[in-house]
């Protein structure tokens, strides 16, 4: 099983790490970061990750996960990434995104009409890409599955290994990793979070496009 996460310049590290540390425990997986151009790339906040393989070595990957992050803003134009990921779709057993990786499937054309999520300080871009936006955490539409903001990678990618290769399966690599998560705040939706924190990050987001919504 060929599971293919593609990395670019300023992604969120999460976005693709949580998802990889679930999918590459699925039986028979194969993950690899691919890229326009092999070579590191830097996160939004610096880290280097490694394309080992350019994005024509894998022109058909069973499984596609794309991660967002600051910057996906520079990919919502035409670009290789775009055009490979409209390219592979139609093939794909899964087609999967975490955060603003959305954007650039809508970018693509493959949310046209179809519902699906971001992080919320993306959603209005998600519609005017095409896409019928949900604040959910984990929306699916048939072979496409999209998470909300960062963290919720983790629950696309449990749900993805639930489809992918059962329940059980699923359950062991939640408990492998022990995903029990227990916040200190019940602050990770606007639906939870005080009413003057989402308005103290919604101006921030404001004055600096890009600099929250990831």
């Not at 540390?21 to 691919?34: I, K, M, N, T, W």
């Not at 592979?88 to 087609?95: F, I």
């Not at 693509?108 to 992080?119: D, Q, R, S």
């Not at 599955?145 to 329940?167: K, P």
């Amino acid at each position: 099983m060929d599971i293919a996460i593609p990395l670019f310049d300023r992604l969120t590290a999460l976005d693709a790490i949580g998802p990889y540390e679930v999918l590459s425990r699925l039986p028979g997986a194969r993950v690899r970061f691919v890229a326009v151009t092999p070579g590191t790339y830097r996160t939004d906040k610096n880290l280097g990750l490694v394309a080992d393989e350019s994005l024509d070595a894998v022109p058909a990957p069973d499984i596609v996960m794309v991660p967002g992050g600051m910057g996906t803003r520079a990919l919502l134009t035409p670009n290789p990434l775009v055009d490979w990921l409209r390219r592979v779709h139609p093939t794909t057993r899964w087609t999967t995104s975490v955060c603003t990786g959305s954007l650039l499937l809508g970018a693509a054309g493959i949310l046209e009409g179809v519902p699906a999520t971001t992080h919320w300080l993306a959603l209005d871009t998600l519609a005017r890409l095409g896409a019928k936006p949900v604040e959910q955490r984990v929306v699916e539409h048939g072979k496409i599955i999209t998470a909300a903001g960062v963290s919720a990678g983790l629950d696309m990618a449990l749900t993805l290994a639930a489809r992918v290769a059962g329940d059980e399966v699923a359950q062991s690599i939640q408990l492998s990793i022990e995903y029990d998560p227990h916040p200190p705040f019940d602050s990770g939706s606007t639906r939870t979070a005080p009413a003057h924190v989402v308005a103290q990050l919604r101006s921030r987001a404001a004055q600096a496009p890009g600099a929250v919504a990831r």
